[in-house]
């Protein structure tokens, strides 16, 4: 997605579900960075899409736990298997 800025961010979109993935590593962990983030989480809500927020630690270390939240959050968007 592209922000007011002109910037882009979030890793993953699926436009048909109305679902967002964003990725945060170390340099989102700076304060300023960090609240400039959920700024434009909250961005992303208010314009009526689903928003998921993941570390990069969880991507790598509990990709378990990452699939089935985005899985659930697909299928609660309406994704089904007859939809890919």
């Known amino acids: 997605m592209r922000g007011k800025d002109g910037r ?3 890793d ?6 109305h679902v967002s993935v ?8 700076a304060v300023g960075q960090w609240d400039a983030d959920l ?10 899409k689903r928003l998921l927020i ?7 270390h509990r990709s ?15 994704w089904t298997q007859e939809s890919t």
């Open 64 to 78: 378990d736990r990452v699939g089935d939240q985005m899985v659930r959050m697909l299928v609660a968007a309406g």
């Open 8 to 10: 882009y961010y979030l």
């Open 54 to 60: 993941f570390s990069s630690f969880g991507v790598r």
């Open 39 to 48: 700024e434009r989480a909250n961005e992303i809500v208010i314009g009526d």
């Open 22 to 29: 964003e990725i945060h590593g170390m340099p989102h962990m």
């Open 12 to 17: 993953v979109e699926w436009k048909e579900f």
